[in-house]
């Protein structure tokens, strides 16, 4: 997820693992934020029930592979 914080008074974004919870740095923009994870290999899932994004950090996008794999099998 992209979480909006307050951070000395100002808005930001941070991007945060739905898996494990880790954080990248906040960023003033939710597109930066979306850039940062890109740039450090995050990965982006659209959850089919809630219609939310769910994001991974690179370590947690290893351990979800073969469980998302079989989730594109379930569409087809
Ligand atoms: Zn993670």
Redesign the pocket.
């Known amino acids: 997820m992209i979480k909006r914080i307050r951070e000395y008074g100002e808005r930001k974004y941070l991007p945060v693992?739905d898996?494990?919870?880790?954080t990248l740095a906040s960023e003033w923009d939710f597109e930066y934020a979306v850039d940062a994870m890109h740039e450090k290999s995050w990965s982006f899932r659209k959850d089919a029930f809630s219609g939310e994004w769910e994001h991974?950090?690179p370590?947690?996008t290893r351990a979800l592979r073969p469980s998302a794999a079989s989730d594109f099998a379930g569409i087809a």
């Open positions: 693992c898996r494990c919870g880790a991974f950090c370590s947690c």
